[in-house]
């Protein structure tokens, strides 16, 4: 049976992260910088899908 394959978006887990790294450079200027350390994970994941060839 042949079925039609479509490309998943990933755009949601995209803009998740960067709402993330927005959210938590905010709050790490202006309340506290324990914030900061969750751009340790939010750039790397969004560095990781840059260059593994999704487009």
């Keep these: 049976?042949?079925?039609k394959q479509?490309?998943?978006s990933n755009g949601g887990a995209v803009a998740l992260l960067t709402l993330l790294s927005a959210i938590s450079l905010e709050r790490g200027m202006t309340t506290n910088s324990a914030w900061y350390y969750l751009l340790c994970l939010t750039?790397?994941?969004l560095l990781?899908?840059?260059f593994s060839g999704h487009r």
Excluded: D, K, L, S
């Design 6 to 8: 479509q490309r998943v």
């Design 48 to 50: 990781i899908y840059r």
């Design 43 to 45: 750039v790397p994941a």
């Design 1 to 3: 049976m042949y079925q």
